[in-house]
Antibody, heavy 120, light 107 residues
Framework: EVQLLESGGGLVQPGGSLRLSCAAS????????MSWVRQAPEKGLEWVSGFSDSGGSTYYADSVKGRFTISRDDSKNTLYLQMNSLRVEDTAIYYC?????????????WGQGTLVIVSS | DIQMTQSPSSLSASVGDRVTITCRAS??????LNWYQQKPGRAPKILIYGASSLQGGVPSRFSGSGSGTDFTLTISSLQPEDFATYYC?????????FGGGTKVEIK
């Protein structure tokens, strides 16, 4: 069974940093272009960052470019999101998501999410 | 960036009703359109991928259609467990983008 388990969320002040982790199991992690997707309170879904299907490139939403860094450790089957210079508007549940097929595609499954609150 | 516009943003319906949700892309995305269902406090769940392919385990009352810029999600006979928010998503190009969501409520 494919499982994704996020951790690392919490309360941080504006301008602060946080690193999220997503531990994956049940599939060959290195074969998939993993992504992070977030959802602000009572709002819709926003793709944040992801890998290319070759794994050689990373992509970011304009809203986080230059502040967030996605990375992965295939030896640990773990995806990361380093978030710096956090803003109040970054407050959201952050989900890691696996593509349904190798390459960029739909997401299946999603993790349960980790909540990030940016507030003074 | 490709903008995804869903309509309506919310609807009220009764059990047994046929429900249709539309999603329009700001440019052609061929059939790279996916639909998700999200219930309160839960992560989204894939229903339909590639515009019309039903994900395994998803009831056959859900169906998707369309290509290019205009797409539709149809629930043929609404069931109590279908009251949720539905999102479309394009996987044609990065950045991947979602529609604003359609909340299906009980009438």
């Amino acid at each position: 069974e494919v499982q994704l388990l996020e951790s690392g969320g919490g309360l941080v002040q504006p301008g602060g940093s946080l690193r999220l982790s997503c531990a994956a199991s049940g599939f060959t992690f290195s074969n998939y272009a993993m992504s992070w997707v977030r959802q602000a309170p009572e709002k819709g879904l926003e793709w944040v960052s992801g890998f290319s299907d070759s794994g050689g490139s990373t992509y970011y939403a304009d809203s986080v470019k230059g502040r967030f860094t996605i990375s992965r450790d295939d030896s640990k089957n773990t995806l990361y999101l380093q978030m710096n210079s956090l803003r109040v508007e970054d407050t959201a549940i952050y989900y890691c998501a696996k593509p349904g097929v190798a390459g960029v595609s739909w997401f299946d499954p999603w993790g349960q999410g980790t909540l990030v609150i940016v507030s003074s | 960036d490709i903008q995804m516009t869903q309509s309506p943003s919310s609807l009220s319906a009764s059990v047994g009703d046929r429900v249709t949700i539309t999603c329009r892309a700001s440019q052609s995305i061929n059939r790279h359109l996916n639909w998700y269902q999200q219930k309160p406090g839960r992560a989204p769940k894939i229903l339909i991928y590639g515009a019309s392919s039903l994900q395994g385990g998803v009831p056959s009352r859900f169906s998707g259609s369309g290509s290019g810029t205009d797409f539709t999600l149809t629930i043929s006979s609404l069931q109590p467990e279908d009251f949720a928010t539905y999102y479309c998503q394009q996987s044609y190009s990065i950045p991947l983008t979602f529609g604003g969501g359609t909340k299906v409520e009980i009438k």
